[in-house]
């Protein structure tokens, strides 16, 4: 009993390291980014934008499920360049959510001193959230984490429960501690409204956009309770934050503060609150280092390796003692330091934020590009496409088909001779019990076909009419089911723009990717005019957006993987607009204000992508791409023949 109670505390533990990440956007999200909204904004308004942050990020993470990394291949096409923005976007957002840790814990550092520590480490007050800048302290506390991964600290279940504690008892002190100190005069839904616009709506719901976990850890792929848990769960935690602090504070009372959690028990004049809630807030923004530092070093690493090769390969060297990539881990203490060091917090949160909001968009724009992106070899392998590099043809009856028709007609003395003569003309090797349907260079080489797979005898022996009409007619049957079994498993097709058949082709592909770029920036136009109040504006951008929708539906779809959460061709379009609309239109919101840092990112990201090792036109791709092959029947006496003509071989064995 002991040691089954030891294994199933070990695995419990191993499960919950997986949690890690989602522990990481709870703690930003309940202690800066809600508070912060609902600060800056309204909290009225922060209870309306809250569903419709949920609702993105989560349909985002709907759609991008499915195994996009699977499907990286030698070339740089739509799919490896839509994962690897994806990474490289992650990477930005690892990096702002560790400066953003490091600044919060610095500014409550700064405000239980007085200011103090800001006059000692020479920081000069920000005009934005009145934190100390530049952060002295912030680089220290990620100096700090970054020398200990680098002296081999790995990341560990302990630390994930930790901050799973720390947040609990954050949010129940808050909640327990604030409630008995609310003022239901500060409730005024009609004010909060009055004041602030649609756009401004839009501007909040963008602002909490990391706290909702946009991808879920992999063990919950196929257990959809647990991950409607983990949408639901943080979206009753913040209303009830955002709830709680607007009762205790007037609206916009607190803003322009960097940690309105602690400053608002100062407003209450709850004095013995502050320093415990100051103490609960330093644990819950650096304990979530210890799971974003490893993130984004094995992120530098993968980009690094061979799958990728975009990052110089000296990164990968890994300490002999500790087997920490120690490279790795300096590069990325070093930039999420500079981060830390010279940008606003007001600042990094909207870059976390419009990092996170971009990484979902181009997660639902892969997602749907998939189900209309053809299957591989698809498009070449078009029945009666003889331009293509693979031509299907079809199987050929044997000869003794049509001799055995010719022969019924022949007198009866010249019946013997005929049959013995074309049988020994077209038999040319040994038999077999089995055929192959190959793929390959046979249609070239001429190669002759068995008239007789089923005789026993020798090879020079005459062959006399033992064969009945019914056996050579059951064995003709036999290879057309076959083939039309194997025609039909593959689905060739070649159909038009916005034909009805059932699979994608290239030009389906282009279509459907170009639609979703116009949809992208359709949503960008929309966005801009709420914010100015344009309504004829509004209602031709909502015109040519339904367009691009009801278009993309009429689109033929591919097979949905296996481990997609949405695999119904009817409602996984519209998950799938749905999030890339809302996205991509919090993200405009956000663009107003960061967009030259979004551009520098993403103009570095493209130039790493453009001279990145990882792809080429190697021997093996050029003569995958080249090479012309067709279907046909062959003995096994040319499968030798046919190995030295051909490289490589896609074969069906079909026994009798």
Not at 109 to 138: A, C, I, K, N, T
Not at 275 to 304: D, G, Q
Not at 462 to 490: F, H, K, L, W
Request: a neutral charge.
């Amino acid at each position: 009993m002991i040691h089954i109670a030891i294994t199933w505390s070990s695995l419990m533990m191993k499960g919950i390291e997986n949690y890690g990440g989602v522990g990481t956007h709870w703690a930003l999200g309940s202690i800066v980014l809600v508070v912060l909204a609902a600060s800056e904004y309204s909290g009225a308004g922060t209870l309306v934008a809250l569903p419709v942050t949920a609702i993105a990020v989560s349909f985002a993470v709907l759609c991008g499920s499915g195994n996009a990394e699977k499907q990286i291949n030698r070339h740089k096409g739509v799919v490896n360049t839509l994962t690897f923005f994806e990474i490289w976007l992650n990477v930005l957002q690892h990096l702002a959510a560790a400066a953003t840790c490091a600044r919060v814990a610095s500014a409550t550092m700064d405000y239980m001193s007085d200011q103090r520590s800001r006059e000692w480490l020479f920081g000069l007050e920000s005009h934005s959230l009145g934190e100390p800048w530049p952060d002295v302290l912030g680089i220290g506390i990620i100096a700090i984490v970054t020398a200990l991964f680098m002296l081999g600290l790995e990341k560990s279940h302990y630390f994930c429960i930790l901050l799973f504690l720390s947040i609990a008892i954050s949010f129940l002190f808050f909640i327990v501690v604030g409630g008995y100190h609310t003022d239901i005069s500060f409730w005024n839904w009609k004010e909060d409204f009055g004041k602030r616009s649609w756009g401004c709506l839009l501007t909040t719901s963008a602002m909490c956009s990391y706290g909702f976990t946009n991808s879920f850890p992999s063990a919950l792929q196929a257990k959809k309770i647990k991950m409607f848990a983990l949408v639901i769960i943080p979206l009753c935690c913040y209303s009830l934050i955002a709830t709680i602090f607007t009762l205790m504070s007037h609206y916009r009372e607190v803003a322009g503060i960097a940690i309105p959690l602690v400053r608002v028990f100062e407003v209450r004049d709850v004095d013995w609150a502050r320093p415990v809630m100051a103490a609960l807030t330093i644990c819950v923004v650096c304990l979530p280092l210890t799971e974003i530092m490893p993130s984004l070093y094995n992120l530098l690493v993968k980009l690094a390796g061979r799958d990728w090769k975009v990052l110089a390969s000296p990164i990968l060297y890994r300490n002999a003692f500790t087997g920490a990539p120690v490279l790795a881990i300096f590069t990325a203490g070093s930039l999420a330091s500079i981060l830390a060091f010279a940008c606003p917090l007001a600042y990094l949160v909207r870059m976390l934020n419009a990092a996170a909001l971009f990484k979902c968009a181009l997660k639902a724009i892969c997602g749907l590009y998939l189900r209309y992106k053809p299957d591989v070899g698809a498009e070449e392998m078009s029945f009666g496409n003889t331009q293509g590099p693979v031509r299907y043809s079809k199987l050929q009856q044997p000869e003794t088909t049509k001799i055995s028709k010719f022969y019924d007609m022949l007198p009866s003395y010249l019946k013997k001779a005929k049959v013995t003569m074309t049988t020994s003309d077209v038999r040319n090797g040994p038999s077999d019990d089995k055929e192959y349907l190959l793929l390959d260079h046979y249609s070239k080489a001429n190669v002759d076909l068995m008239a007789d797979p089923e005789s026993d005898s020798d090879a020079n022996e005459p062959v006399t009419s033992n064969c009945s009409d019914g056996e050579d007619s059951d064995s003709a049957t036999d290879i057309d089911a076959a083939v039309q079994e194997y025609r039909d498993s593959i689905q060739l097709a070649n159909v038009n723009i916005l034909s009805t058949n059932k699979s994608p082709t290239v030009t389906t592909g282009r279509v459907v990717i170009c639609l979703i770029f116009i949809l992208c920036i359709l949503s960008a136009l929309l966005t801009v005019g709420i914010t100015y109040n344009q309504f004829s504006m509004n209602v031709v951008v909502a015109f040519c957006i339904a367009t691009c929708l009801l278009t993309i539906c009429t689109m033929p779809q591919s097979a949905p993987d296996p481990e997609s959460l949405v695999k119904s061709p009817l409602v996984f379009p519209f998950v799938a607009f749905i999030a890339i609309i809302l996205n991509a239109m919090l993200l405009t919101t956000l663009l107003f204000e960061i967009w030259h840092a979004i551009l520098l990112w993403t103009c570095a990201g493209l130039l790493f992508y453009v001279k990145c090792g990882c792809c080429g036109c190697t021997d093996h791709q050029i003569h995958h791409y080249h090479t012309k092959t067709e279907c046909s029947i062959a003995s096994t006496a040319n499968a030798h023949y046919a190995q030295q003509k051909i490289y490589d071989m896609d074969s069906i064995l079909i026994p009798r």
